[in-house]
């Protein structure tokens, strides 16, 4: 049980019967009004998407959750495939159960993913993740103004703003949360 302003996104609930992964939740307070908590939910057993208002003292049910650490292999047309390293069994995570994630990913990365019971359900990042810039423009000398941003590819696609200073071919810390460039990879 949570009260309904702890709602947050990846929270799954337990409503009429079924089981309702939450992909947004917005606390809002509309002058004088009471608070709410705006909810988009996804049915994880039919995909059906749903908006929700709760009253911001009610109370839901959530469901229990586990996780497990699995090593991403592939994405092809069924979705994107995780295998447990302990026993080599495999799950297929679907594009909206993944989200932004996707961004992140790398082949041979690790991820926690969640289930309910036995089910996957969605996966969770580390904060940060290394990746490789692939295409951004180059450099020139002098170029060292502080707060001066410029948009760079990495190795899955994503575009984030790094300095000036970074070249193709480097690695950089990338926040999963906000795609916020966090410096370069010292290694």
């Not at 502080?146 to 703003?161: D, H, M, Q, R, Y």
Request: aromatic letters at 8%; hydrophobic letters at 35%.
């Amino acid at each position: 049980m949570a009260k309904a302003t702890e709602i947050k996104r990846g929270l799954v609930l337990k409503m009429d019967g079924d089981l309702w992964n939450v992909m947004e939740a917005q606390h809002v307070t509309p002058g004088n009004w009471r608070g709410m908590v705006q909810v988009v939910m996804k049915n994880l057993r039919n995909g059906a998407k749903r908006q929700h208002r709760f009253g911001s003292t009610e109370i839901v049910e959530t469901a229990f959750l586990d996780k497990k650490a699995m090593q991403y292999l592939y994405k092809d047309a069924a979705g994107y495939c995780f295998m447990d390293t302990g026993n080599y069994e495999q799950v297929i995570l679907t594009d909206d159960e993944i989200g932004e994630a996707k961004n992140y990913l790398r082949e041979n990365d690790e991820a926690q993913i969640t289930f309910h019971e036995g089910v996957p359900i969605g996966l969770e990042l580390p904060p940060v993740v290394v990746l490789t810039i692939t295409e951004t423009t180059p450099g020139t000398k002098g170029d060292t103004v502080s707060n001066v941003f410029k948009p760079a590819t990495v190795e899955t696609g994503l575009v984030i703003k790094v300095p000036l200073f970074i070249e193709e071919g480097e690695k950089v810390k990338v926040d999963t949360r906000t795609g916020e460039f966090q410096g370069r990879e010292n290694s």
